[in-house]
């Protein structure tokens, strides 16, 4: 998954988010999310964050673009790449099963490696 997020939704109606760091710190007031694992990274020649997530419930929405939203249950894990872009934040984004996160990763790595953004 590739996006621009309109929103993150952490408060229950979601706000804007100008940079990854804001993100994640919307994402951790979202009650139903829990960030399992968070690091520094640079990807596609952006620098930002990434985070391990799971939740509690299902559907419960990360990030919302034009009405829709991305939601999660506990039946899987979600990484994101929250990256800092020109306007707010681009995020990049693993949805598996639960428990095969790192094995889908690898998987997608030559998707991900094959990516190129305009500056």
Do not use: K
Not at 36 to 55: H, T
Not at 91 to 101: D, F, I, K, T, Y
């Amino acid at each position: 998954m590739f996006c621009r997020p309109a929103v993150v939704l952490g408060p229950p109606l979601g706000l804007p988010a100008a940079s990854p760091q804001q993100a994640v710190a919307l994402l951790r007031q979202n009650e139903g999310l829990a960030i399992v694992d968070e690091r520094p990274v640079e990807i596609l020649g952006r620098w930002g964050i990434q985070v391990d997530i799971v939740a509690s419930h299902a559907d419960t929405p990360v990030l919302g673009e034009g009405g829709a939203f991305l939601g999660l249950g506990p039946d899987s894990d979600l990484r994101l790449l929250l990256l800092q872009a020109d306007e707010g934040i681009l995020a990049v984004g693993l949805l598996s099963p639960v428990g095969e996160l790192e094995r889908w990763v690898a998987d997608a790595q030559p998707v991900v490696e094959s990516v190129l953004l305009a500056p």
